[in-house]
């Protein structure tokens, strides 16, 4: 980094050169997004900062770990090289999913210099970050997903009087029933909406994808608010913006993700949800959530929510199953003698059961039911 040595063709060891000139490499390496490369050029000049700091040249495995302990504890603000003007000083701590943003630039960095490609130009360095342990940043730490009434209060709180409220009706909407990560809403155009099998659909473009390669099915509820929005805008061309600003400034102009988040995230304050645990992103795992509660299996939630990992969808199941259940009230009840009432007793009865028991169960009582 600002004074990295490395090995260079033929052994010898020699200094990197600037910091400038191996991001250009590394980015080239990674090939990503604009906005994450400029996200890992942050987050490896605080690294490169750091090293300076403490005088580290030629950095070792003891070294990185050193670097997440800083990360995890509380240290003074760094001026940004993009915002020189920014606040410096300031004693901050950064969240657990922050601290694993920072130091996974880190780890994609030194996986480079140990490529064949950096050591083909002379920048070869051991991948010394290789399985180091950051802060875990899991999706049950600080992110709750709606229940079935909070989410129709939030929808039923916005007034489609004007374009604001059908915008953000729609956008709402759209992230519940697709479970839409923010940066997928914030690239769509209004061209990305297409017709397949006489369905509406919209093509996305993922996270890590370069182009609109995937489609979500837009149930007529969401087509029909999304038309009615767009109803409003004067510029509908493909290339145009799905999601656009309103105001003065910024009418007709591609919302960013913070904008997007914070309107979201208004949205859910006026509707009664100032909560921390309640953001732009709990509409994603209200999504997979309720997924889950409709029936579906892991399998198709991981399909839907498009994880990488089944262990990720995995977490939502635990959560599903830890929202439905109440040991707390049952240990009371045992205590004070308090007897359970009926669905409580039925439910129990119905986990003791096989599989075809409940079956035949669930017919008996919708008989019952009528």
């Known amino acids: 980094m600002n004074e990295l ?14 910091i400038e000139a191996l991001l250009d490499k590394f980015i080239k390496y990674v090939d990503v997004q604009e906005v994450t490369m400029k996200s890992y050029a942050v987050c490896l000049r605080c690294f490169g900062d750091w090293m300076k700091e403490n005088n580290v040249r030629q950095p070792k495995r003891a070294d990185i770990q050193a670097y997440v302990d800083y990360l995890a504890s509380p240290h003074p603000r760094r001026a ?5 003007q920014s606040t410096r000083g300031t004693v901050i701590t950064m969240s657990a999913s922050t601290q694993a943003r920072y130091l996974r630039a880190v780890k994609l960095f030194f996986k480079w210099t140990s490529s064949p ?13 290789d399985r180091v342990k950051g802060a875990k940043d899991r999706l049950n730490d600080h992110r709750s997903a709606l229940e079935k009434d909070d989410a129709r209060t939030v929808l039923d ?52 994808h370069s182009e609109a390669d995937t489609y979500k099915k837009l149930t ?10 767009l109803d409003t805008r004067t510029n509908r061309d493909a290339a145009a ?23 979201i995230k208004n949205r859910l304050i006026a509707a009664g949800y100032d ?29 839907h929510a498009r994880h990488a990992k089944p262990e990720t969808t995995t977490i939502y199941a635990h959560n599903l199953d830890q929202r439905k259940q109440h040991p707390e009230q049952r240990i009371y009840d045992f205590l004070y003698g308090v007897e359970q009432d009926a669905t409580t007793q039925a439910a129990d009865c119905m986990k003791r059961m096989t599989a075809d028991q409940q079956r035949r169960a669930l017919e008996l009582l919708k008989a019952i039911a009528g």
């Not at 040595?5 to 600037?18: C, L, P």
């Not at 997928?184 to 909406?193: F, K, L, V, Y």
């Not at 600003?245 to 913070?258: A, D, M, Y």
């Open 5 to 18: 040595i490395i090995a260079g063709h033929s052994g010898e060891i020699q200094q990197a050169g600037s």
């Open 80 to 84: 940004r090289y993009d915002r020189p």
């Open 117 to 129: 490609e950096a050591k083909e130009e002379g920048y070869y360095y051991p991948n010394i970050a």
């Open 157 to 208: 709180s916005i007034d489609t009087g004007d374009a604001a409220g059908k915008r953000d009706f729609a956008m709402i909407l759209l992230s519940i029933t697709a479970g839409l990560r923010i940066i997928e809403m914030q690239r769509a155009n209004i061209g990305n909406i297409e017709v397949i099998a006489k369905e509406p659909v919209l093509f996305i473009r993922g996270k890590g």
């Open 220 to 229: 007529p509820e969401v087509y029909s608010a999304i038309m009615a929005y």
């Open 241 to 263: 913006p799905l999601f656009a600003g309103i105001g003065n400034r910024s009418r007709e102009q591609r919302l960013t993700e913070p904008s997007i988040s914070r309107i």
């Open 275 to 303: 909560t921390h645990r309640i953001s732009a992103h709990s509409l994603r795992h209200t999504s997979v959530t309720f997924l889950l509660e409709a029936g579906a299996t892991l399998q198709e939630a991981q399909q």
